[in-house]
């Protein structure tokens, strides 16, 4: 039975378990939840998610949000299959794996996620992007840059010399803050925006980014 995955390919967190899916080579239908209609506030929805966010997996029996929780549930349920995005058979790499990935929920993603909004959302809802956030946070990530360029320095990706579940979950955030005026920030700093130029290069997020356009359904 293919897995089921409801969201939309615009949505920053549903464009995460599909870089992972592709990733892991699974088989899987993309239920499409359209936002514009509200229909991730519906009842049909809400008993899937009951606070109304995509993305949600469905395999079998199991229901599963939190495009993290699922993306690690993938890397064990897919393990065998495609990448090893959370690097099984060695315990320390693993560990490392799972401290970045850390990094990436709660120093990179709340900084770079509130200067997206400001651009992508702030429009959509007849709002200005206000620049006073964009320059909080742009402030918040540069910090955070620093920190990746002095460790991209000495490994090719984030958890080491190999490409995993963490370096994953930063692309679709980055995916559109690069297509901001604030993408100098990252191209600034060599070793940032070669692991960048890196992982968006790769065949998952060719089949994902082309779907990844904010205001159109």
């Known amino acids: 039975m293919a897995l089921k995955l409801h969201g939309a390919p615009m949505s920053t967190c549903t464009a995460r378990v599909l870089f992972c899916l592709h990733e892991k080579e699974a ?4 239920v499409p939840v359209d936002l514009f209609a ?3 506030m519906q009842p049909p929805f809400l008993a899937k998610n009951p606070f109304g966010l995509i993305p949600v997996l469905e395999d079998g ?3 599963l949000f939190e495009s993290r929780a699922i993306t690690a549930y993938l890397c064990e349920k897919l393990k065998e299959s495609g990448t090893d995005l959370i690097r099984h058979q060695n315990l320390k ?8 990935m850390e990094v990436e929920a709660h120093h990179f993603n709340p ?3 509130k200067i997206v909004f400001q651009f992508n959302v702030a429009p959509l809802l007849g709002k200005a992007p206000d620049q006073a956030i964009i320059d909080e946070n742009l402030e918040k990530l540069g910090k955070v840059l620093e920190v990746y360029e002095q460790r991209l320095r000495t490994s090719k990706y984030v958890a ?3 490409y995993s579940l963490a370096d994953l979950h930063h692309i679709p955030y980055t995916h559109y803050f690069m297509k901001t005026s604030c993408a100098k920030v ?4 060599p070793h940032v925006k070669a692991w960048w130029e890196d992982i968006s290069s790769r065949p998952a997020f ?4 082309p779907g990844m356009t904010y205001g159109e359904k």
């Open 186 to 189: 990252i191209n600034d700093r």
């Open 206 to 209: 060719m089949k994902v980014a």
């Open 111 to 113: 900084a770079i996620s």
């Open 160 to 162: 080491g010399d190999f």
């Open 93 to 100: 790499e693993a560990a490392t794996v799972k401290q970045w």
């Open 61 to 63: 029996d199991l229901t």
């Open 38 to 40: 509200a229909e991730h």
């Open 27 to 30: 088989d899987f239908e993309l």
